[in-house]
């Protein structure tokens, strides 16, 4: 099967639709992305492994690899996107539309756009040896739970020892980021007449002194914790909404809180965890309320590549830039933990990210193929 040109890949891509969602009414399966993908990279001589993700059969990882060998060079990036309001959008969400020197629609900056230009890369590169292994790796769920990245162990990356992972970045490699943590506080206590408070608990007081121990935390952690490579230099925790109660004249007997948590590199999440949940054991004791306190999804960690690293200098070398910080989560933590040094970048804007037309800007096309195959060029032959 010949391979489709750069935008004939583009745009059947884009016209696969892939959205991952927490709500289920709005969740779909990645598997037709991962198997056009595998289509092409087996045309091109890759050994392609279709890696389910566990309890979700309709999602699944690719990792496809040329060559073998201890090190290498992984490149990877998630095939799902956000979910989208096409009534919103002046083009076609699920198409390649071409206009004012962009390419337009769902995932093409963020991040499905990402894999053409990989393959077109290392086309040119195909006929000579590889000294050490080239790895493509296409993940599943990132946008919502990270259940993709979280399936991967050492062994599937092949002892690999090098990652970029193409997030929008604007073509400026990125080698720290913050975690993220989303979390919910359930108080049940007892309703009664608001006449007499001894009829009742009330949850809403409850959760006036846990939200007072969330923010002493914070300001704790605040006060113990910088880094000025963030624009915000301390960690982040955000009351982001609250219900509870029904009626003025009864004593709440239940209220819910749900917060997100963003620790810097450095900051362990579950430990933050347990101090949180050390708190809320104290709150639930003095108020005689049961407080069920659990993560909305699993979290994910800082990642913090060291500015030594290989692929942290060779990304900056080959871009101008010195590797950066942002403020939103990748798929990065989880390939550290595996042992590869990682380097967020890719050729999207974070600003088009998650927004109505959605698009990469042509003229990022040349560059970040250009450095993809130095790239493969520098750590793989």
Avoid at 231 to 260: K, M, Q, W, Y
């Amino acid at each position: 099967m010949p391979l489709p040109s750069l935008k004939a890949q583009f745009a059947a891509l884009l016209q696969t639709p892939s959205i991952s969602c927490t709500q289920p009414e709005h969740d779909q399966s990645n598997l037709p992305v991962i198997h056009l993908l595998a289509d092409w990279l087996g045309t091109l001589g890759f050994d392609c492994r279709i890696q389910t993700v566990a309890e979700t059969p309709a999602k699944a990882n690719l990792i496809a690899s040329l060559g073998s060998g201890p090190g290498g060079l992984v490149l990877a990036g998630h095939t799902d996107t956000v979910p989208c309001n096409p009534e919103r959008w002046q083009h076609d969400p699920f198409a390649l539309t071409e206009a004012d020197d962009r390419w337009y629609g769902l995932g093409s900056c963020d991040m499905k756009g990402f894999f053409p230009l990989i393959i077109e890369a290392l086309q040119p590169l195909l006929g000579q040896p590889l000294r050490q292994p080239l790895i493509i790796l296409a993940t599943a769920d990132e946008e919502s739970a990270m259940g993709g990245a979280q399936a991967l162990v050492a062994d599937d990356l092949l002892g690999a020892r090098h990652a970029v992972i193409g997030e929008p970045t604007g073509l400026q490699p990125i080698r720290v980021h913050k975690g993220i943590l989303m979390e919910r506080v359930d108080i049940l206590g007892q309703a009664g007449h608001s006449s007499d408070p001894s009829l009742g608990r009330n949850a809403i007081e409850a959760m006036h002194q846990v939200i007072g121990e969330l923010l002493n935390l914070r300001s704790a952690w605040q006060q113990q914790w910088r880094d000025p490579l963030f624009s915000v230099p301390t960690p982040t925790l955000n009351l982001g909404c609250i219900h509870g109660g029904d009626n003025p004249n009864r004593i709440c007997g239940r209220c819910a809180l749900e917060f997100d948590l963003r620790p810097l590199p450095g900051m362990d999440p579950e430990a933050l965890r347990s101090t949180i949940a050390q708190r809320l054991a104290e709150v639930a004791a003095q108020h005689q309320v049961q407080i069920d306190y659990q993560p909305l999804f699993p979290g994910v960690p800082p990642m913090d590549t060291p500015a030594t690293a290989a692929i942290v200098q060779a990304c900056e070398q080959l871009t101008g830039h010195s590797a950066g910080s942002v403020a939103f989560a990748t798929e990065g933590p989880y390939l550290n933990q595996l042992g590869l040094q990682t380097v967020i970048l890719g050729p999207g804007d974070i600003a088009q990210a998650h927004q109505p037309d959605e698009y990469l800007a042509l003229d990022r096309i040349e560059p970040t193929v250009r450095i993809l195959r130095e790239l493969i060029g520098r750590f793989c032959l």
